[in-house]
């Protein structure tokens, strides 16, 4: 594509072109994840499973290099940037940037949570006393690594597999928010620590 891209994104009118030259030898493209940790070119029109990447090398190679975006471009309009050499790799998300698709577990190895489509290559410990289920949307979100905002989405599919084991306070009905989560025979005390993030 040569042609220039419009947004708008909170409002704001954002142009690009997909390729673009900054300067010489530099190239820049602009990428979208939505909530289910599908990735695209910002500028695709439909947005399924057709049309998202799924090339699990480029994929784990984008995403381990990705970082809150501090290059003083595009900043407020793309929050996160993949630097690949000479390319500069804007995001945007739906939600978060990580978004967990898969929960992993091997026999005599700790469960880990996998996102963005990077299978065994992408991964975080899963800790499940650190999941949080977001009062308003119901959305239920995981730890993060720090480089990229320090919390991830749990995609819905995995989020209806957990949630049977979310435990709530006696005598209260489900829409209050979950005190523990029963995992494995083991009691957990949910720490709500990344309720912060939301305030």
């Not at 994929?59 to 407020?76: E, I």
């Not at 026999?107 to 991964?123: I, V």
């Not at 949630?163 to 025979?185: E, I, K, M, R, V």
Request: with cysteine; aromatic share 14%.
């Amino acid at each position: 594509h040569s042609f220039v891209s419009r947004i708008s994104v909170g409002g704001d009118n954002v142009s690009y072109t997909q390729g673009q030259s900054p300067e010489a030898r530099s190239r820049e493209y602009f990428y979208y994840i939505d909530h289910q940790g599908q990735l695209f070119l910002d500028d695709t029109k439909v947005k399924n499973f057709v049309t998202c990447f799924k090339d699990p090398k480029f994929l784990v190679f984008f995403f381990k290099q990705l970082k809150v975006n501090q290059s003083g471009r595009y900043q407020q309009h793309f929050p996160f940037l993949s630097l690949c050499g000479r390319e500069r790799n804007f995001l945007r998300c739906d939600d978060q940037p990580i978004v967990y698709t898969h929960l992993l577990s091997k026999a005599g190895c700790e469960e880990r949570l996998s996102y963005c489509g990077g299978g065994d290559k992408l991964t975080v410990l899963f800790r499940p006393e650190s999941l949080f289920m977001h009062p308003v949307s119901g959305r239920v979100y995981h730890p993060a690594p720090e480089h990229v905002g320090g919390v991830g989405l749990v995609r819905s599919a995995l989020a209806i597999e957990l949630s049977p084991h979310f435990q709530y306070s006696s005598g209260q009905d489900n829409t209050a928010q979950p005190t523990h989560f029963l995992w494995a025979g083991q009691q957990h005390t949910l720490t709500n620590d990344l309720s912060r993030h939301f305030l």
